[in-house]
């Protein structure tokens, strides 16, 4: 079955650090999405990625498209402390999602 | 424009009992689809309506969960009876049906179960 694998798992940010995280997979998509995750809340979209090799930002963040079609990356830039929460990686084939395990993004004290 | 709504946003059951959550999908978006989001993990899909029909609901455990949309609009997932690995986030999301756009699916705030 098809493998993905978001790293890392967790990550501490200072305020003003670009954070960059990613996704690989075993499985070739036609579509990779980024979300956010803020506790007690659904994920919310934050870049979405149609095309192999595409490089899309918004705002602070930036995210690329693999050209092999398998991994995608996201980067923050210059964080700031609402940028905390769990970030899911989430390619998609047919319409339907496979989301990864997360990377969640803590302040470091 | 309204997001997806879900309610309750959070239900303590017994094992062995019933629940039902409830989602309104943003107006005008044809698809709809319940995921189950243990701690811990990203979602994972149970179910996918279009308008009123099933798309796919390979992963839903259909001795215990059932979904419908009467409508092609609100939708209630129910599970009956509960054990307790069903403790999780149950989300519902929406999506525009046709072109590019149907990959972004937006996503309500989740009922929080706990199955004791």
């Known amino acids: 079955g098809q493998q993905l694998n978001q790293s890392p798992q967790s990550m501490f940010i200072q305020e003003g650090e670009d954070v960059s995280m990613n996704c690989t997979s075993s499985s070739i998509f036609n579509t990779w999405l980024w979300y956010k995750q803020d506790p007690g809340e659904g994920p919310v979209l934050l870049i979405a990625?149609?095309?192999?090799?595409e490089l899309t930002s918004n705002g602070r963040l930036t995210a690329q498209f693999g050209i092999t079609r398998k991994d995608s990356f996201l980067n923050i830039s210059a964080s700031i402390p609402s940028d905390v929460g769990i970030y899911f990686c989430?390619?998609?084939?047919?319409?339907?999602?496979?989301f990864g395990a997360g990377t969640t993004v803590t302040v470091r004290a | 424009e309204a997001g997806v709504a879900q309610s309750p946003r959070y239900k303590i059951i017994e094992k062995r009992q019933s629940v039902a959550f409830w989602c309104n999908p943003i107006s005008g978006h044809a698809t709809l689809y319940w995921y189950q989001q243990i701690l811990g993990q990203g979602p994972k899909l149970l179910i996918q309506f279009q308008n009123n029909g099933v798309v796919d609901d390979s992963q839903l455990p259909k001795d215990r969960f059932s979904a419908e949309r009467l409508k092609g609009v609100d939708s209630t997932l129910k599970i009956q009876p509960a054990k307790l690995e069903d403790s999780a986030v149950y989300l519902c999301a929406s999506s525009v049906t046709g072109a590019t756009v149907s990959y972004e699916q937006y996503f309500g705030p989740g009922t929080r179960l706990t199955v004791t």
């Open positions: 989430a390619p998609a084939n047919d319409y339907k999602l496979s």
């Open positions: 990625l149609y095309k192999a090799g």
